[in-house]
């Protein structure tokens, strides 16, 4: 008896990694995770505006995969923190990969650190400002 799970479509590599990661937002939940965010409001707080249901069945999908954990950080009521296994981390060269594509060929585009310091997101923007406002005082 074999311990592997027979495959959706077929055996292709590509195939079977879009089935855990090929929708719109699961790769946007692992970049989020990459850069530093671990709670729920944190990663729905991102600029894409992912919708409160989706969010929460990504993250529940993405952990039975095996991308993330969660640890509950507060009891009542319980919340989790979110953060990647190795597996997940793995998946940043593959978000390295898109990075790189997507600023070859598609016009305009920004990673996520360069949205911040141009003031595209409105929470980095006003961080900046904070620090400004400390080193003038």
């Known amino acids: 008896m074999s311990s592997t799970k027979p495959f959706t479509r077929s055996a292709c590599a590509i195939a079977n990694s879009l089935d855990i990661v090929g929708d719109k937002w699961s790769l946007l939940v692992v970049r989020d ?22 969010l929460a069945e990504r993250l529940k999908r993405l952990e039975g995969a095996g991308i993330i954990v969660s640890t509950p950080y507060q009891q009542r009521p319980v919340r989790y923190a979110y953060t990647l296994t190795p ?6 060269e593959v978000l390295l990969a898109f990075v790189r594509w997507g600023k070859q060929h598609i016009p305009g585009t920004v990673t996520l650190r360069e949205a911040g310091a141009s003031g595209g997101s409105a929470a980095p923007a006003a961080n900046s400002r904070r620090k400004r406002a400390k080193r003038a005082e």
């Open 33 to 54: 995770l990459l850069h530093g965010k671990h709670t729920y409001g944190e990663l729905a707080s991102s600029p894409e505006g992912i919708p409160t249901n989706i």
């Open 87 to 92: 597996k997940g981390s793995a998946l940043g």
